[in-house]
């Protein structure tokens, strides 16, 4: 089975400042990682996703994360927070095999301070 | 391009009644899913379809039922609607399996009086 936890429920950066999101993921068999966004009062959107290969995966609106199996983490980092990056951010986890679940973590809401 | 269509967006329930949230996708995609969102507690994942005819439950699947006679619709029903499933319910599609990512519809906020 699969399972996520991102820490920190609430996370404040100043603008300008680095992002760090944090992931980490417990699962039996290699899997695939998921970062989504979703903005006040709408549907979830795909930010960056690793399958295999290069572990350093970059996403859409400048953000990266880097799949680390030794830690078995998936942390999402932007170098310079912007007002728009005010949202809620989602780790998920998809096992490798015909099992079709995508299990999510809590969230995360990030707040931009200006 | 329509994508995943969720409808209503909102609605308001008496304990007791049965509803159906309609779901609804334009992709000619496999996998299908339901999850509800509720402040802390993150996406969870209610029903899922692997294609036509094909279901299973997922994390919290109590309360609901599901079917997918179609590719392109899988209907989720309330049988009868408690205050506990007042939440936002999220439908989402992927085309298959392995390292592909979820698709989500917009939405829809239920409550139950």
């Known amino acids: 089975a699969q399972s996520v936890t991102q820490l920190g429920s609430h996370v404040s950066v100043s603008e300008g400042a680095l992002v760090l999101l944090r992931c980490n993921y417990s699962s039996s068999v290699p899997p695939y990682l998921f970062w989504y966004v979703q903005y006040p009062n709408q549907g979830l959107q795909l930010l960056l996703k690793y399958t295999t290969g290069a572990t350093l995966v970059k996403g859409i609106n400048g953000f990266e994360a880097e799949f680390k199996k030794s830690e078995t983490s998936f942390h999402l980092t932007k170098p310079s927070a912007h007002m728009s990056d005010a949202a809620e951010y989602f780790c998920a986890v998809r096992a490798m095999n015909r099992d079709d679940k995508i299990i999510f973590g809590k969230g995360t809401r990030l707040h931009i301070l200006p | 391009n329509a994508g995943v269509t969720q409808t209503p967006k909102f609605q308001v329930l008496k304990t007791g009644q049965s509803m159906t949230l309609q779901c609804a996708q334009d992709m000619n995609h496999e996998y299908m899913s339901w999850y509800r969102q509720d402040p802390g507690m993150g996406l969870r994942l209610i029903h899922y379809s692997v294609g036509a005819g094909i279901t299973d439950q997922g994390e919290v699947p109590n309360g609901y039922n599901v079917s997918r006679s179609t590719t392109e619709d899988f209907p989720l029903r309330l049988l009868s609607a408690a205050p506990s499933q007042t939440s936002v319910y999220f439908c989402?599609?992927?085309?298959?399996?392995?390292?592909?990512?979820?698709?989500f519809g917009q939405g829809t906020r239920l409550t139950v009086v």
């Open positions: 989402a599609s992927s085309p298959g399996p392995m390292n592909t990512e979820a698709f």
